[in-house]
């Protein structure tokens, strides 16, 4: 049976990400496997010993379970759950490869970058295993969201990474029988020829989603200040749609360029987007562009 895993620390955002998850656990059908990651403080584990670490985590293992079971009475779904000690990324990472997780759904905390900033930078640990997943990472901030996926978002650019995302698009939209839209962003001081390969390219996308039979519609928007702007306006698009519940990005811009898209444009996707945002590893996809 597939396997989604959701990190919890038992704060209101975790939990919001678990409810996120009942809908495309269904849909697979897939097994939740709750994780909860214990890393007190080297200062905290001295002081006490080991003998506290054995209290806190029978206690931690007993509120685990009773969530468990909780989730299981209210949905019919299958819940399984793991307690390991260590940093919280790396055992997220440790847990995906060891139980083959075909998704990641977790919440994410954007804490302040400056005072009086309240965009914040995204929490380090779900930037770490944005950065390292093999397998598609859906954050949730924020809110509470719609239970389902009525459209999927796919910002597209002329990278074949970026192109890439469609295969995709697709596949998610038929798990939860949603619709996609297309949307590139086109600010003035692009060069024309960009402009005239966006609107083709998009098209072109829109041609071979709908060809799956898929709900498709295609929107450049050309409204962006500059390339700085492009994300808040994509992100202010979405939300006026009223009807997008999924945005979908690559992490990396390419595959060979480490950390460049998690430092970059996805970052900031994720830490800006009141909607659940997948993201993606290119050169986990194993599978040739549909364009030259």
Known sequence: MMQILVPVDFEPQSLIALEQSYNLARLLPAEIVLLYVYDPPAGIRSLFGASHDEEILEKL?????????????????????????????????????????????????????????????????????????KCPVITINARHHYEGCRNILLPLDLTTESRQKVNWGIKIAKIYG??????????????????????????????????????CMAEIVEDVENEKALIPTVLNYAEKQGDIDLIMIMTQQEAGMIEFFVGSRAQEFVRLSPIPVMSIAPKELGFVSIFN
């Open 61 to 133: 293992e007993e509120r685990l379970n009773e969530l468990a079971v909780k989730v299981k009475v209210e949905t019919g779904l299958r819940v399984s759950t793991m307690l390991e000690t260590g940093q919280v990324y790396s055992k997220i990472m440790e847990t995906a490869d060891k139980i083959h997780a075909q998704f990641i759904i977790m919440g994410t905390h954007s804490q302040p970058e400056l005072p009086g900033n309240s965009a914040g930078v995204l929490g380090a640990n779900s930037s770490r295993v944005l950065r390292s997943t």
């Open 178 to 215: 949603a619709g996609i839209k297309v949307v590139s962003g086109f600010w003035s001081k692009n060069d024309p020829a960009v402009h005239s390969r966006l609107k083709f390219l998009a098209g072109q996308v829109k041609q071979f989603i709908e060809q799956e039979g898929i709900r």
